[in-house]
């Protein structure tokens, strides 16, 4: 008779069902479709666990992981070292072992610009970014080092705004600009690319939408919202019947999974398979 070591194992035990989460479903269908015999869990750490469940996650011989809010930028203290977009945006959202350390990166604007590359090469283009925050400063940071030649920030709090515009300007090879978003704005004439990176149109609030002048966006701009859910925001509608070319938050999402699996497994999976996991899930 076999004799079962339970020496130096751990069973993990999850005492309830954790509810459907997007990305797990889209990165276990990437698993599943490539015969890798991996697992994603979605596990729930509060602020003041963070460092255990850090320390924990590298002695169980987890591979890496994703985080969210708030985790993105207060994580950094417990890694061994950060890629060059991650130190840049001072946010990680995506940790890979290397090594025996745990890097940081982040893959919010890398997939962002992955995506957007199936449309058009942000190299020496225009960019208006709406929005300050996490997504924007991902977006902006990736589409700089890509070599856009000018980004406008389009923000409702200056703070925040400045703040990025600054990083911009001082640390990547683009010019920035800050319009404070007090009023209507008015899309300059001669953007190529206009990008939502607010949580404006995410669900529960499909109405809104962008205060911009919609006669203002032209045919030839390539539009992109981060919104996943849902998927067709009133910015990505609009884009459309203007005959714009454009990319929704699917896409980046997606996207950015596909570069974790990449970082975790070395297998590049296939982001048709990803998509339409997500799909269902956001019916
Ligand atoms: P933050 O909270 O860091 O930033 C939110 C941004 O939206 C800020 O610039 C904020 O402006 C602006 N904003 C929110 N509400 C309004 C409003 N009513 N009017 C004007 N501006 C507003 O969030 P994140 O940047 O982390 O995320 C933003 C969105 O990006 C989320 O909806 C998230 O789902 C999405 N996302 C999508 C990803 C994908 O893969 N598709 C990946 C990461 C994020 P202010 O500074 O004035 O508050």
Same mark, same amino acid.
């Given at each position: 008779m076999n004799e079962l070591n339970f020496k130096q194992e751990l069973t993990a035990a999850f005492g309830q069902p954790i509810a459907e989460n997007p990305t797990q479903v889209m990165i276990e269908a990437a698993y599943q479709h490539h015969n890798l015999d991996w697992r994603y869990l979605t596990v729930e750490v509060g602020p003041d666990d963070l460092e255990a469940a850090v320390k924990g996650a590298k002695v169980m011989g987890f591979q890496g992981f994703n985080c969210t809010i708030p985790h993105k930028v207060n994580v950094i203290q417990y890694l061994d070292g950060l890629g060059e977009s991650a130190s840049l945006m001072g946010a990680v959202n995506c940790v890979v072992r290397r090594n025996g350390q745990w890097i940081g990166e982040n893959t919010d604007g890398k997939g962002f610009v992955s995506s957007l590359r199936e449309i058009t =090469? /942000?190299?020496d283009k225009k960019v208006v970014i709406f929005g300050a925050g996490g997504a924007a400063r991902a977006i902006s940071v990736e589409v700089a080092l890509a070599g856009a030649s000018a980004i406008s920030i389009i923000n409702r709090s200056n703070e925040r705004g400045q703040e990025l515009t600054d990083l911009l300007n001082d640390k990547l090879p683009v010019s920035a600009n800050f319009v404070p978003w007090s009023s209507t704005f008015s899309i300059p004439e001669s953007t190529d690319i206009v990008i #939502? $990176?607010?949580? &404006?149109? %995410?669900f529960p609030d499909i109405d809104a939408r962008l =205060?911009? =002048? %919609? =006669?203002? %966006?032209?045919?030839s701009m390539v539009v992109a919202d981060? &919104? /996943? #859910? /849902? /998927? $067709?925001t009133n910015l990505v509608r609009d884009a459309r019947n203007k005959g714009c070319k454009v990319i929704d938050g699917l896409a980046m999402l997606v996207s950015q999974g596909v570069i974790g699996v990449k970082h975790w497994t070395g297998v590049d999976p296939d982001p048709s398979v990803m998509r339409t996991a997500l799909e269902k899930v956001f019916g």
């Open positions: =090469d /942000p190299k #939502n $990176a607010t949580s &404006i149109g %995410l =205060d911009f =002048d %919609l =006669d203002s %966006l032209k045919s981060v &919104i /996943p #859910n /849902p /998927p $067709a």
